[in-house]
């Protein structure tokens, strides 16, 4: 099965991270749920993990200055902290279901180490 990433860059600077079709489906899913039309999907990098830096993902109201926000397809604005967005240059967001389990999974270019869990690279 082959998905594709969406997005859509506001301004010169690249997007720092895509959504796959799927991905970007269930956030809008999900946010839904929590009704918050003000609310966008953060994803950031944090020092930490068994690798270095450890991804976060998290339902935000707050927009600060230097974030970058894309608007996503099905109205999913996605922002990323100016740090992050060095270290998550190039990278998509998929999300699956299936037999093994449920969740986000992000394919970062820049990670050259990842640990077992997925959830942390260097």
Known sequence: ????????SI?????PVTLTDVAS???????AQEEGEEL????????????????????????????LV???ADHVRVVVDSASA????GSSLDYSD???GAGFH????NAQRTCGCGSSFS
């Open 40 to 67: 966008a999907l953060r994803v950031a990098v944090k020092p930490g993990g068994c690798s270095g830096y450890s991804y976060e993902m998290f339902f935000d109201s707050e927009v600060n200055d230097d974030d």
């Open 25 to 31: 489906a269930k956030v809008a899913e999900l946010l």
């Open 1 to 8: 099965m082959t998905t594709t990433a969406t997005s859509v």
């Open 86 to 89: 060095e270290l998550l240059a």
């Open 98 to 100: 299936g037999l093994q």
């Open 106 to 109: 992000i394919t970062n270019p």
């Open 11 to 15: 301004g010169k600077k690249p997007d």
């Open 70 to 72: 894309r608007q996503v």
